[in-house]
């Protein structure tokens, strides 16, 4: 039987590759050994192992899968790993099935007659687009499936069902390590075309006054002088974060999550974004620098506009100076999603000067390189030296100033400061 995600999707008519088997009525060990008469098998998850088979398809194109017998889960300690797992080839459909977390994950599926199995009414949640839990008891037993009801709410745009959401509610969120909840704000931030739904059931659950008060604080609360229904920072950042979703949509996906984490904290402050990341535990992926680069991003997001409106001052070495802080292209995107999150009648203009701007100087995805280098002044004569750092870089801000176009103007710009400098 296929079960999970794949189901869902396949109801949804979302195409997957997400794919998970559940074997009845055959032992591990025999499953195991028919598995391996198709290709290399990976056994994970101990006694009850999770077989991960890979093999190439008849387009060439490679597909894992993840195949297991059914198998029940108790509470036996505490954390989101502290379960027992107990494997049981001959367990019927519904009572493997009652251990997931909401109904439209509980769907079972059978390739070979096209049959689905449905013991706890989750095509009927999915065409109301509702997530409910299969079972109360088991459902409190494990806090990420919270964060899985804000990820999977916003992705397929469903709302939380109302005992759902009071179980949610109740769940102390302070067993989940840091990866577990990026894992979740992962999928909600880069597999939705609406994360402010998402944000809205986060905020509604709890989710956010308990891992991120930060972000809850931009929603005020009803009590506040100040506080409108309409008008909190919260609502415009939930805006600004659908529009972000069509802005990164051809960019990689280290600089996509880069801009939908910037816009997230745009207007958290400095000091409370760096709070957010490291509840993250984000620093890196796959070796780009996001923390860096939100955080420069949060810092300048509104250099844009500012340039814009002082754009008679502002030079040409104004922008190659802010381009060694931050990347322009990504700080436009942010930007511009931070201006059309105000509303319908909100422009991006500034926004799309700034980075006309910033192409057209070629400095879009970072400042020049120098021209002049220690090597040559070493070349030159030069002693290495404090000395030489500091014309290396008094030579660079000539450059980046136009006073300074090829490795020649910059060696003569270098004898005249050695000159000073040694008066």
């Given at each position: 039987m296929l079960v999970g995600g794949w189901v869902r999707d396949y109801l949804f008519s979302i195409e997957s590759k997400d794919f998970d088997i559940e074997v009845y009525g055959i032992e591990p060990e025999r499953l195991r050994a028919l598995l391996e008469e198709i290709g290399p098998v990976n056994a994970v998850g101990g006694q009850f192992a999770v077989y991960k088979l890979a093999f190439y398809d008849p387009t060439s194109d490679r597909v894992e899968i993840d195949v297991s017998i059914p198998r029940r889960?108790?509470?036996?300690?505490?954390?989101?790993?502290?379960?027992?797992?107990?494997?049981?080839?001959?367990?019927?459909?519904?009572?493997?099935?009652?251990?997931?977390?909401?109904?439209?994950?509980?769907?079972?599926?059978?390739?070979?007659?096209?049959?689905?199995?449905?013991?706890f009414g989750g095509a009927a949640d999915l065409r109301a687009r509702l997530l409910r839990a299969v079972a109360d008891d088991t459902f409190v037993e494990d806090s990420l499936r919270v964060?899985?009801?804000?990820?999977?709410?916003?992705?397929?745009?469903?709302?939380?069902?109302p005992?759902?959401?009071?179980?949610?509610?109740?769940?102390?969120?302070?067993?989940?390590?840091?990866?577990?909840?990026?894992?979740?704000?992962?999928?909600l931030l880069t597999m939705a075309a609406r994360p402010s739904i998402g944000l809205q059931v986060a905020l509604e659950l709890g989710?956010?006054?308990?891992?991120?008060?930060?972000?809850?604080?931009?929603?005020?609360?009803?009590?506040d002088?100040?506080?409108?229904?309409?008008?909190?920072?919260?609502?415009?950042?939930?805006?600004?974060?659908?529009e972000a979703v069509r802005l990164v949509d051809d960019l990689p996906k280290e600089q996509r999550i880069t801009v939908m984490l910037a816009v997230l904290c745009h207007d958290l402050g400095i000091e409370p974004a760096r709070e957010v990341l490291r509840r993250l535990g984000l620093y890196t992926l796959s070796g780009?620098?996001?923390?860096?680069?939100?955080?420069s991003i949060v810092r300048e997001h509104l250099r844009p506009a500012q340039f814009y409106d002082d754009r008679e001052r502002v030079t040409d070495g104004t922008f190659r100076r802010i381009a060694r802080k931050v990347d322009l292209d990504l700080l436009y995107r942010a930007a511009k999603a931070d201006a059309l999150g105000r509303g319908p009648a909100s422009s991006s203009v500034k926004q799309d000067w700034f980075i006309e701007k910033a192409q057209a100087l070629g400095v879009e995805h970072g400042a020049p390189e120098p021209i002049l280098k220690g090597r040559h002044l070493i070349e030159a004569g030069f002693t290495p030296g404090p000395r030489m750092g500091e014309i290396l870089r008094k030579v660079y801000e000539l450059q980046l100033d136009d006073e300074v176009a090829d490795l020649e103007q910059a060696l003569a710009?270098?004898?005249?400061?050695?000159?000073?400098?040694?008066?």
């Amino acid at each position: 039987m296929l079960v999970g995600g794949w189901v869902r999707d396949y109801l949804f008519s979302i195409e997957s590759k997400d794919f998970d088997i559940e074997v009845y009525g055959i032992e591990p060990e025999r499953l195991r050994a028919l598995l391996e008469e198709i290709g290399p098998v990976n056994a994970v998850g101990g006694q009850f192992a999770v077989y991960k088979l890979a093999f190439y398809d008849p387009t060439s194109d490679r597909v894992e899968i993840d195949v297991s017998i059914p198998r029940r889960e108790s509470k036996s300690g505490r954390g989101h790993r502290g379960f027992t797992i107990e494997g049981d080839p001959q367990m019927s459909f519904e009572e493997a099935a009652r251990r997931r977390d909401f109904t439209v994950n509980a769907i079972l599926f059978d390739p070979l007659t096209d049959e689905i199995i449905d013991p706890f009414g989750g095509a009927a949640d999915l065409r109301a687009r509702l997530l409910r839990a299969v079972a109360d008891d088991t459902f409190v037993e494990d806090s990420l499936r919270v964060l899985r009801a804000v990820q999977l709410a916003a992705r397929f745009e469903m709302s939380v069902e109302p005992r759902t959401a009071e179980l949610c509610r109740s769940i102390d969120l302070a067993d989940l390590p840091y990866e577990r909840i990026w894992g979740e704000i992962e999928k909600l931030l880069t597999m939705a075309a609406r994360p402010s739904i998402g944000l809205q059931v986060a905020l509604e659950l709890g989710v956010l006054d308990k891992l991120f008060p930060e972000i809850a604080a931009l929603a005020g609360r009803p009590q506040d002088p100040e506080w409108h229904p309409e008008g909190n920072v919260f609502i415009h950042m939930k805006l600004a974060m659908d529009e972000a979703v069509r802005l990164v949509d051809d960019l990689p996906k280290e600089q996509r999550i880069t801009v939908m984490l910037a816009v997230l904290c745009h207007d958290l402050g400095i000091e409370p974004a760096r709070e957010v990341l490291r509840r993250l535990g984000l620093y890196t992926l796959s070796g780009y620098d996001v923390r860096s680069q939100v955080l420069s991003i949060v810092r300048e997001h509104l250099r844009p506009a500012q340039f814009y409106d002082d754009r008679e001052r502002v030079t040409d070495g104004t922008f190659r100076r802010i381009a060694r802080k931050v990347d322009l292209d990504l700080l436009y995107r942010a930007a511009k999603a931070d201006a059309l999150g105000r509303g319908p009648a909100s422009s991006s203009v500034k926004q799309d000067w700034f980075i006309e701007k910033a192409q057209a100087l070629g400095v879009e995805h970072g400042a020049p390189e120098p021209i002049l280098k220690g090597r040559h002044l070493i070349e030159a004569g030069f002693t290495p030296g404090p000395r030489m750092g500091e014309i290396l870089r008094k030579v660079y801000e000539l450059q980046l100033d136009d006073e300074v176009a090829d490795l020649e103007q910059a060696l003569a710009a270098a004898r005249r400061l050695a000159s000073i400098l040694r008066e």
